[in-house]
């Protein structure tokens, strides 16, 4: 079972933390909820300790005792707990507007995550996280109840009027246009004076793909330095200004970065596409428009359901709160 990355989750956004989470997801009892800590209570709906603990302990599954100090220094556990909160309101909501989701649905939802383990991987992570599988059947019910009510009850509202689509295209051309492109080839060597009797051997004429191959230090090395098509924004300066300002097959100069030292060439060069005419263009225009307006839909609705909700916390837990 693939490892999950703490890159990922720490520059995730919160739209895509509340994607991956849901409060009820994870079955207690009224006994267990009765005995265990609390945190806060939605509209008079206790939230536990031990509903936390277990979500944080999913979505850290798998990673290194660091790595997850670092999740919980870095603020994930609160953002994990808006996440739950919202869920559940949108859950309930969901129930609320007569939307349902059968149990044939939740289990075929479910089988995402169970198949993608073996039986003993599927029972050190049932075990690790403290629930059983049909624990992970009712987080997926809850998961599709609320795909279901955004999709038929928020997303369906929203109108594309073809002014609103011509003003998104004139004020969105990175929707439909492809930025300046440039191909390069690099050569990176430890030191100076290595970098120096290379650059001695490519203004002799020797071909820059044959020295990058024999000298070079980065995988690309046996690609004769070949990194492909840039777009501008992609290299940490000055590689960046130094890839797009360089004329094609021109060498650069050393260049000293944090790896080593670099010698450059440009091998290719594609300029922005011209703007199009928006009939050639407005499907696509359509697809960015509708992407754009269910993002900000979603956390509209999302919004409306924190400020109509009742919320008590636990004093012992003053620093986990919701943001309305």
């Not at 995730?12 to 994870?26: C, N």
């Not at 559940?88 to 169970?114: D, Y």
């Not at 049909?134 to 019910?141: A, G, K, L, Q, T």
């Amino acid at each position: 079972m693939r490892r999950p990355s703490l890159k990922l989750i720490l520059t995730a956004t919160l739209p895509l933390l509340i994607a991956a989470a849901s409060l009820s997801a994870l079955s207690c009892n009224s006994e267990e909820k009765s005995g265990s800590d609390w945190v806060l209570k939605v509209n008079g709906e206790v939230l536990t300790l031990k509903e936390l603990d277990r979500e944080f302990a999913r979505m850290t599954y798998g990673m290194d005792s660091p790595d997850i100090k670092s999740a919980v220094n870095n603020g994930i556990r609160r953002q994990l707990l808006q996440s739950l909160v919202e869920n559940r309101l949108l859950a309930a909501e969901a129930l609320r507007q007569g939307i349902s989701v059968t149990r044939e649905e939740a289990v075929a939802n479910a089988g995402a995550t169970l198949d993608s383990m073996d039986a003993t991987e599927r029972s050190n992570y049932l075990k690790a996280l403290d629930i059983t599988e049909e624990d992970i059947v009712s987080r997926s019910m809850n998961d599709l109840l609320i795909r279901k009510y955004l999709r038929s009850q928020v997303f369906a509202r929203i109108a594309m009027k073809s002014e609103d689509l011509k003003k998104y295209y004139e004020e969105h051309p990175e929707c439909y246009l492809s930025n300046e492109k440039v191909r390069v080839r690099q050569i990176v060597v430890a030191t100076e004076e290595e970098a120096k009797k290379a650059l001695q051997r490519l203004e002799s004429g020797e071909d820059f793909a044959k020295v990058a191959a024999e000298i070079s230090q980065t995988p690309e090395k046996d690609r004769g330095g070949d990194l492909g098509f840039i777009e501008r924004g992609s290299f940490p300066e000055p590689f960046d200004s130094i890839f797009f300002e360089l004329p094609e097959n021109k060498l650069s100069e050393i260049i000293r970065g944090d790896f080593g030292f670099h010698i450059v060439k440009v091998i290719d060069r594609r300029k922005a596409a011209e703007k199009p005419p928006f009939e050639k263009v407005e499907a696509r225009v359509r697809q960015c428009y509708f992407e754009e307006a269910r993002r900000s839909a979603e956390i509209n609705e999302r919004k409306r359901l924190l400020e109509e909700a009742r919320f008590e916390y636990n004093p012992k837990y003053a620093e986990l709160k919701v943001q309305k």
